[in-house]
Nanobody, 126 residues
Framework: QVQLVESGGGLVQAGGSLRLSCAAS????????MGWFRQAPGQERDAVAAIRWRGGSQYYADSVKGRFTISRDNAKNTVYLQMNSLKPEDTAVYYC???????????????????WGQGTQVTVSS
């Protein structure tokens, strides 16, 4: 079992920045790939970014490329999502998730992730 707890969400003006954190406990964190998803009211849950278990490869949704950066600190059992140049369209509940590993063909599929956090709200005002 892996338990995930997100933090760092809040209210920010358009153009601002936030850094989300996801703290993991349970099984060895470094053995899992990690992803970030988001869900706006009335919308489907969409993949935002992911980072592989091995090799450090990162994947991003087109909508956040160049603005968001995913990283991990295995010593701290934590994954981060640095969000810059935020837009109102980024408003959503953000979830972190853990997978055995991810690849370019499946990183965006929520079904690949076995464990999920409770989510943290990000609101970007105009």
């Amino acid at each position: 079992q892996v338990q995930l707890v997100e933090s760092g969400g809040g209210l920010v003006q358009a153009g601002g920045s936030l850094r989300l954190s996801c703290a993991a406990s349970g099984r060895t964190f470094s053995n899992y790939a990690m992803g970030w998803f988001r869900q706006a009211p009335g919308q489907e849950r969409d993949a935002v970014a992911a980072i592989r278990w091995r090799g450090g490869s990162q994947y991003y949704a087109d909508s956040v490329k160049g603005r968001f950066t995913i990283s991990r600190d295995n010593a701290k059992n934590t994954v981060y999502l640095q969000m810059n140049s935020l837009k109102p369209e980024d408003t959503a509940v953000y979830y972190c998730a853990a997978a055995p590993d991810v690849y370019r063909s499946n990183w965006y599929a929520s079904s690949n992730y076995d464990y999920w956090g409770q989510g943290t709200q990000v609101t970007v005002s105009s």
